[in-house]
């Protein structure tokens, strides 16, 4: 009887670590269900009513490639008046295969001092609504035609932003996204290690087409601006 004992004991012995291990061993683990397929989420239009009191500048990059029909290109051209309003400044590239700058309207107004008054408009940019005709003429008069290659100006239009500047983009979105997405990242880069720890400049994706295409919603997306649909697309009305 004491040897059948001690072999019952000894059996517990051995089996209770086993148990034990058992006890600890994780469940399988489920299977979390894939994320559906779609276009990247677009922050609302940083346009919409109320959001553009933070600023006073804004910077044009328009493309004015093969791409853009005359009937594309007149829509561009009248983003410019959503932001012909007293107090505004704006600046204006346009891009195809390289990009090119207008020279817009720079005026010194001088106090008792040599140094300017904060009323001076520098080179490169305009007082609206003032210059609003100029722009327009000078945007009717630009060479159009080429490729769409919009990274360069982007990143000459992060470079050239002064405090409460908006950058516009304004195309049919006939590009490489992801390439565009590439060059505002290295534009806030650069822009961050010369001015230190200040917010990045944000950016606007204006489509003059029915539908978006992703590449413009990718810069409306890196671009913090957000996306607006021309008229007569997805919404029946101008903001202006």
Known sequence: MRALV???TLLAALLAPTQHLRAQEPEPPTEEPEAPLGPPAIPEAIIQPGKL????????VLDVSGSMTSDR??????????????????????FSDSFSEWKGAP???????????????????????????????????????GNTHPGAALIRAIERALPGTLIVFVSDGEFDGDAVVDAIDRGQ??????????????????????????????VGKRGGGGLWREAGTDTDDYPW
């Open 73 to 94: 290109l007149t829509r561009a051209a009248s983003v410019t008046r959503v932001f012909a309003s007293d107090g505004f400044h704006a600046a204006c590239i346009t």
């Open 107 to 145: 005026s010194h107004e001088h106090a008792e001092s040599d140094e300017c008054s904060p009323k001076c408009v520098p080179v490169g940019w305009a007082e609206m609504p003032a210059n609003q005709k100029a722009l327009n003429d000078h945007l009717v008069a630009i060479e159009k035609g």
């Open 6 to 8: 001690l072999v019952v």
């Open 189 to 218: 880069a650069a822009r961050k290690k010369r001015v230190g720890e200040a917010p990045e400049i944000p950016i606007l994706s204006w489509t003059v087409v029915p539908a978006a295409t992703d590449a413009m919603m990718l």
């Open 53 to 60: 009191e933070r600023f006073s500048r804004v910077i044009f």
